[in-house]
């Protein structure tokens, strides 16, 4: 129990409280101070944070105000919503650590060819590009629902560090509100999208789904760069 509880930030004592609330049911903050040895002027700071957190309540409103522990069940419960919230917000920098990685241990990164799908892992993917590139990026983005602002706040700060240019579709445009140091350009309509950098993903909607290919192969990422500069070069400023 102390193990499990500590990993959300209790200390011995907010432990102690809430083990006893569990095994004697309801209890006064000076039944508790009494029984765990700690100080009456302090319990109550531990009991703020306890009831906070979710993990007692206090019952009805007579005095002396005592508390009840919530139920293990539903305690585990919340632990493990709050440790996945931890585990899926962590992922994407560690898959931008990955790429950067890789990118500076060639060795260690064998050439790879991935299938993505979802508009979500998509966004994703070309933020982590943006954040693992070096000198420059190159962006294509023509479906509204990539847009989102994780990845126009992504461009903003990376765009201090590297060059950045991006095509969208000309009714696109007006949701690019980025810095000047970011050169964007439109075309009436675009097919698919793309972001390059030290590597390259390639994307299109089909069946109202987008998906695409994402790889790190060298000769895959100059063409991508190739074809890009020849759309850029058309585009309209």
């Known amino acids: ?19 006893a609330l569990v095994e004697s049911g309801e209890l006064s903050a000076r039944e508790l101070a009494e029984r765990l040895g700690i100080p009456y002027t302090k319990i109550y700071t531990h009991l703020e944070k306890l009831h906070k957190m979710g993990l007692i309540a206090p019952v ?8 009840r522990a919530t139920p293990p069940a539903e305690v585990y419960k919340s632990l493990v919503n709050r440790a996945s919230e931890i585990l899926k917000s962590l992922k ?19 050439t790879f060819l991935t299938l993505i799908r979802g508009a979500e892992r998509i966004t994703d993917l070309i933020s982590e590009i943006l954040s693992a590139s070096d000198g420059e990026a190159y962006l294509a983005v023509p479906f509204p629902e990539l847009v989102t602002y994780r990845l126009l706040a992504t461009i903003a700060e990376e765009s201090k560090r590297i060059k950045i240019m991006v095509l969208t579709t000309e009714k696109l445009k007006d ?6 140091r970011v050169e964007i350009r439109t075309l009436p309509e675009m097919f698919g999208g793309g972001a390059i950098g030290n590597s390259v993903l390639i994307y299109v909607k089909y069946g109202g789904e987008i998906s695409g290919v994402y790889s790190n192969e060298r000769f895959i990422i100059e063409i991508a760069k190739t074809y890009f500069h020849n759309v850029w070069q058309r585009a309209k400023i």
């Not at 129990?1 to 083990?19: A, C, F, H, P, Q």
């Not at 009805?60 to 508390?67: A, D, E, T, V």
Request: aromatic residues 10%; glycine residues 6%; without cysteine.
């Open 175 to 180: 949701r690019f509100q980025l810095p000047p």
């Open 60 to 67: 009805g409103g007579r005095r002396p105000l005592k508390y």
């Open 1 to 19: 129990m102390e193990n499990l509880l500590d990993l959300v930030g209790l200390s011995k004592r907010e432990v102690d409280i809430y083990t």
């Open 92 to 110: 994407p920098l560690f898959d931008s650590l990955q790429l950067i990685y890789e990118s500076k241990h060639a060795t260690a990164a064998p």
